[in-house]
């Protein structure tokens, strides 16, 4: 069974934009996913249609079967969606605010009150629950929306960008609860920008560019796919130059900063023996950029947007990005196996 | 192993009827809220205006106007301000709070819910009676202090006064819909609306009027709802009581279809 199957999806908004262009996906039922990609990609966009915040412009999207054209009603009440931006009314009380939630999803007050006490409880909010939501700080707010995206208890939680502005204690303790969440059994469909977040939680994952699908993949295939890798390494004594390794390009950051990019048939022991003959001493060492985050930007590069949209600009740029350099993507075919 | 589109329908996860029932509940228990929270907003006000207009026009100048349609005329304009209150608060309550529920995206509460259209309509109109009725209660107690009324058609009274709080809740609820920015909230109410109640009969019987300005006071809707009213307490009206409130039901229901079709096409709140 698939928590959600797209087939075909465009959508195009009345200003003209066409921020989704044939979207094909399935996600499994018990699967932790994420979706990936630059600002303005679409991503947004295609939970807004499965949760019917936006109305599709063609194609066919479905939730555990139910298509959202047919049985719309019973597609909602499987998920559970925790959007980009805050929608709840601030001056309402957490407790008010989750309780009626789950009101509109048909759940009785008085189940509704025993899980506003579990949810708000886990969530870090109980002692909250009677303040003015308008009062919660930034982390606290989007903590609210994920209490409230679980009190129907909904057989798929779509999170988008949940761990914005949210420190580092609190998105780990954040991850720890979604992870649990999945194993229980609940999917679960990320989108993050913090791709270390995305590499550690999810099992497979799509990258959506320019509103198309450019990969589709598990997340362990995915990061073996990438051929080099760059090390940084760092040494007890300063260079003057780059040292000369056979077969490893090499970089001098500064004097005691060495980057060594290394392919995946090559070995790392290889690389110490030669530093040693040379007499260089390494530290500590550390992957330049996380992988995934080298994946992603080979993705989108090649399929030629690649973050050419500041984040407080998106849209603009989305329009103004020439038709034929997306069509022409080279990626596509490469990941559309979806 | 196809499970996405041509299938047969599955059976819904849960019983429908009941997420209905239960999701409508929801949204009259958070409008009540609302209007309790807010009080001084929403249930002073018309306190405050209908003790006015007793004094300055039922006091002041009632008696200098002796009487109007068989009453006097601090009796005559009783019904009329309950009802002029009834229809300001009806329309106010769910305008603003629609429009709020928009302007601070928490109408997406409801939107990503299984709630259906029909029935977020259905939910802010009902929240809607019940300021309108609330105030209705509210007014009608301060009236009692001013003058003497007595009731002659319950049922009457009872009949005016819902439809007439659900035809204007509606028309809040559309205004709400449409609406922009501030500016179109307050516009219908102040340019349509109130000149309509001011000429509505509340304040004189259109026997009074030149008979070009009686048939232009027949046009109005609101007429018919406060004479339908005043007949309820009088057994007197400028109207055809029963045309009225058919009218009135047909309001309604005009109205509602309204609400709902501009909802499913989504102006200003899908995209
Ligand atoms: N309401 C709207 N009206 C017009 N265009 C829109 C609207 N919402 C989004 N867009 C455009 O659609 C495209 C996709 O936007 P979307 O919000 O889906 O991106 P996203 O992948 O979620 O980006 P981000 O990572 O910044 O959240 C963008 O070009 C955006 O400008
Ligand atoms: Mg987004």
Known sequence: MHALSVRGLTKTYSNGVQALKGVDLDVEEGDFFALLGPNGAGKTTLIGIATSLVNKTSGSLSVFGYDIDRQIEAAKSCIGVVPQELNFNQFESPETIVVNQAGFYGIPRRIARVRAQKYLKQLQLWDKRDKMARALSGGMKRRLMIARALMHEPRLLILDEPTAGVDIEVRRSMWEFVREINSQGTTIILTTHYLEEAESLCRNIAIIDGGHIVERDQMSSLLRRLHTEVFVLNLRDSLAAAPQLAGYPTTLVDGRTLEVEVTKEQSLNDIFMRLS?????????????????????????????????????????????????????????????? | MNDSAAGAPLPPPVGLGLVHWIGFQTIVIREYGRIIRIWGQTLVPSAVNATLYFVIFGSLIGRRVGQMGGHSYMQFIAPGLIMMAVISNSYANVVSSFFGAKFGKHVEEMLVSPLPDWLIVAGYAAGGLVRGLLVGVVVTAVTLLFAHLRVEHAAIIAAAVILTSAVFSLGGFINALVAKNFDQISWFPTFVLQPLTYFGGVFYSVQILPGWAQAVSYANPILYMVNAFRYGFFGVSDVDVAGALLIMAAAVAGLFTIAVVLMHRASGIRE
């Open chain 1, 277 to 338: 003959a040379l007499g260089i001493e390494v530290l500590s060492m550390r992957n330049k950029v996380n992988r995934l985050e080298e994946i992603f930007m080979r993705l989108v590069e090649k399929h030629g947007t690649a973050l050419e949209e500041g984040p407080g600009e998106r849209g603009r740029a989305g329009e103004s990005r020439p038709a034929s350099r997306s069509e022409a993507a080279p990626l596509r075919g490469h990941g559309g196996r979806s």
